[in-house]
C-alpha cells in the first residue's frame, strides 16, 4: 500500500492509484491479502411533511467509538453469523453475502434506532419496542422474528451501493434503501454505539458538515451528494435500476502534485475526489 493516513483517529493505509478501483458485488471480496469485515448499511427514506426533497434516518456515532468517532451515520454494522443462519433459511437461493447483508441491515437498524424495517405487515410501536428489547436481550434476529410472528420482505430494500476499502479489517459494506412513506413512527437512539438520531435531507447534512457543526467520512459524504440527486425514493430506484452495482475502491491518487482520496467514476457519484488533508498525510 502506499502512503497512510488517519481516519477517525485510526491509522489505516489507502490504497494506491494502482489499485483495482472496483470489483464484483457478489460474494466475499475475492483479492487476495485483504481481510475485510462484511456489513450492512440501510438508508431510510421518508416523505418531508413539507412536500420538500426526502428526509434520511441518521445517526451521530459515540465519540468513544474506535471507528468514525462522533460522526453522521446511516444505521448499520456488521454482519453476525446469526444474521448467516438466519440468510439462508428466508433467502436460500440467493447470494449468501448479500442476503446475510439484508438481514443485517434489519437487525442493525431494529437495535440502534427502534425502527423495524422490512416487515410484511404494520406493527404497533409497543411491539416494535418489545422486539428491539428481545433482540438487545438475545443478540439474534430470528427468535425475535419467531416470537411476534414477523415475517420479512427482504426484497423492500433494494441495493443502492458497496464500499469496501482495501485495507486490512475495513468494513466490506453493503448499502440499502428502504421507503418509510411518512415516517410516522417513534425512534429513540440505542445510546451506546450511538449519541443523537435524527431525520434530515441530504442536503441539509451536507450544509452541517460544511458549515462545521457536524462530521462525516468520506464514504458518507459522497453517499449524501449522490442522494441529494433524488427528488424522491422512486428516482433512486430507478437510478440504480440502471446501473451494475460494483464494490467501490477509494484509492489514493496524485494530481499535479496533490494527494486526493478517489472513486471509480461510474457508479452514479457527482464528486469522486477530494484532497487528502496536510495533516492526515504526515500521520
Not at 21 to 50: D, H, K, M, Q
Not at 52 to 58: A, I, N
Not at 83 to 101: N, Q, V, Y
Request: aromatic share 6%.
Amino acid at each position: 500500500m502506499a502512503g497512510r493516513v488517519r481516519q477517525d483517529g485510526a491509522i489505516m493505509p489507502l490504497a494506491p492509484a494502482s489499485a483495482p478501483s472496483t470489483s464484483p458485488s457478489a460474494g466475499p471480496l475475492r483479492l487476495e491479502g485483504t481481510n475485510v469485515v462484511p456489513a450492512a448499511t440501510v438508508v431510510v427514506f421518508r416523505r418531508a411533511a413539507n412536500g420538500g426533497p426526502p428526509e434520511l434516518l441518521m445517526l451521530q456515532r459515540s465519540g468513544k467509538m474506535r471507528f468514525a468517532a462522533q460522526a453522521l451515520v446511516f444505521p448499520g454494522g456488521r454482519i453476525d453469523p446469526a444474521d448467516r443462519s438466519l440468510a439462508a433459511l428466508l433467502m436460500p437461493d440467493a447470494d449468501p453475502e448479500l442476503a446475510a447483508a439484508r438481514v443485517a441491515a434489519v437487525r442493525e437498524t431494529l437495535e440502534e434506532a427502534g425502527l423495524l424495517i422490512g416487515a410484511r405487515a404494520k406493527l404497533d410501536k409497543a411491539t416494535v419496542a418489545a422486539a428491539r428489547a428481545m433482540l438487545i436481550e438475545r443478540g439474534e434476529l430470528a427468535p425475535v422474528l419467531d416470537h411476534f410472528g414477523i415475517e420479512l420482505m427482504p426484497q423492500a430494500f433494494p441495493l443502492f451501493a458497496h464500499w469496501c476499502p482495501l485495507w486490512d479489517r475495513a468494513f466490506d459494506t453493503r448499502f440499502f434503501l428502504y421507503d418509510m412513506g411518512t415516517g410516522a413512527v417513534e425512534l429513540t437512539v440505542d445510546e451506546t454505539e450511538n449519541t443523537h438520531l435524527f431525520w434530515t435531507s441530504a442536503a441539509n447534512a451536507l450544509a452541517a458538515v460544511a458549515n462545521g457543526s457536524a462530521h462525516a467520512i468520506f464514504p458518507t459524504l459522497r453517499n449524501l451528494e449522490r442522494l441529494a440527486q433524488y427528488p424522491d425514493f422512486a428516482a433512486a430506484v430507478d437510478d440504480i435500476a440502471r446501473r451494475t452495482v460494483k464494490r467501490i475502491h477509494p484509492r489514493r491518487v496524485t494530481i499535479d502534485g496533490i494527494e486526493y482520496r478517489e472513486i471509480d467514476d461510474t457508479q452514479g457519484y457527482p464528486v469522486v475526489r477530494e484532497p487528502i488533508p496536510e495533516d492526515e498525510l504526515r500521520g
